[in-house]
Nanobody, 127 residues
């Protein structure tokens, strides 16, 4: 059984930085994608950054140049480094994952039907 455990998040002023982690366990092969989503109150869940099974990444336009997704394959841990944070980045952040075959990171970014989700971690950016 695959499990995802998130850590990080918190509160920061605009312009600050935060880092999120998502530790995955239970995978028996490396053919899986991992995605960071976020959901603000009253808004739909949106893909923020994704990394496919080849290690290729993709980002939502709203975070390009500010957020960096990375994955430590040895530790099966996904990271999201968030810099130059804005109040509109305030949301609950979730990591999601599943075996994904040849799905690209861009496709993963807009896919919601992932089999495994983390518990979520709150990011709050004040102005």
């Amino acid at each position: 059984q695959v499990q995802l455990v998130e850590s990080g998040g918190g509160s920061v002023q605009a312009g600050g930085s935060l880092s999120l982690s998502c530790a995955a366990s239970g995978y028996t092969s490396s053919s899986y994608c991992m995605v960071w989503f976020r959901q603000a109150p009253g808004k739909e869940r949106e893909g923020v950054a994704a990394i496919d099974s080849d290690g290729i990444s993709a980002y939502a336009d709203s975070v390009k140049g500010r957020f960096t997704i990375s994955k430590d394959n040895a530790e099966n841990t996904l990271y999201l480094q968030m810099n130059s944070l804005k109040p509109e980045d305030t949301a609950m952040y979730y990591c999601a994952s599943d075996y994904c075959g040849r799905m690209t990171a861009i496709e993963a970014l807009v896919t919601l039907g992932w089999g495994y989700w983390g518990q979520g971690t709150q990011v709050t950016v004040s102005s």
